[in-house]
């Protein structure tokens, strides 16, 4: 049990959050759910996007489902009511903009007076200072634990460092792009993705789709990952994407999920997983 310790936390919007002591039930994003959980947060429900459906994503759940943390679906589609038996004394979204949460109205928690964080995983910050946050928030929720656990970084610095040597010994191409059908693919720009460009820094030879619309994505057709000749595509696996239609004979695919929780236990096993599928 917390005891009256009064908690505060600024979020990435600038607002400033407080209550009287540490909060104890904690209703999250799903993604934000599973970095809390990795962080040693367990939250008591999580909830989805509008791309999300009335079940888990297997892609984005990280172990939630496994920890038995209940998925209340979309959270533009939440059962205020079901919201409220919860009894949450916090709600922890996302944000890509600085400025609103990305999957809950923030006027849901305003009826329920209850507050919401919202934490960038926009481009605005670099991949280490987003999950620096979310540490710093893991962190304030754990302060009123009996015996607060110290969650290490996971060994996020030690497969850099492996896939640092890979990236260079191999110097192989990589595409990164979510499928949309058998006559479109999003292709995604390395410099809007925060990991995407974190793994650019650690020398991963990232492609660029070249000019057009579209901040995050170039959207095109299957024809122009061939024009690009990559080595190894980065796949979305959430969901809603679907697999790759066509890539170049001989091309290798590597799972990759845009909405990997901001962890470095999570980004630590992306991290290997990239660097052993540019090695094999």
Do not use: C
């Not at 260079?168 to 925060?194: F, I, K, M, N």
């Amino acid at each position: 049990m917390s005891g009256a310790q009064p908690w505060g936390f600024t979020d990435d919007r600038g607002t400033e959050l407080g209550a009287a002591r540490v909060p104890e039930r904690v209703v999250a994003y799903v993604r934000a759910g599973a970095a809390l959980l990795d962080l040693g947060v367990t939250p008591v429900a999580v909830y989805g996007s509008g791309h999300d459906g009335p079940g888990y994503d297997p892609a984005k759940a990280g172990g939630l489902d496994a920890a038995g943390v209940p998925y209340l679906g979309p959270g533009r589609a939440l059962d205020e009511g079901q919201l409220r038996e919860l009894r949450p004394d916090v709600i922890v979204d996302v944000t890509y903009d600085g400025k609103s949460p990305y999957a809950l109205d923030e006027a849901v928690a305003d009826r329920l007076g209850v507050p919401l964080v919202a934490l960038s995983v926009g481009n605005e910050l670099t991949l280490p200072a987003i999950l620096d946050r979310f540490g710093e928030l893991g962190a304030s929720l754990r302060a009123g634990a009996v015996a607060p656990a110290a969650v290490a970084p996971a060994g996020v610095g030690e497969a850099e460092a492996v896939l640092r040597g890979v990236a260079g010994r191999t110097g192989l191409a990589v595409l990164a792009l979510s499928g949309a059908g058998p006559d479109q693919v999003h292709l995604a720009r390395p410099q809007a993705w925060p990991e995407l460009a974190r793994l650019a820094a650690l020398g991963v030879r990232l492609l660029d789709p070249g000019p057009g619309p579209g901040a995050n994505w170039l959207t095109a057709d299957w024809g122009r990952v061939a024009e690009l000749r990559p080595d190894l595509v980065l796949f979305d696996n959430r969901f809603h994407a679907v697999p790759p239609y066509e890539t170049p004979p001989g091309t290798r695919l590597a799972a990759w999920n845009p909405e990997t929780p901001p962890s470095h236990a999570a980004y630590a096993r992306f991290f290997r997983e990239l660097a052993e599928a540019l090695a094999a």
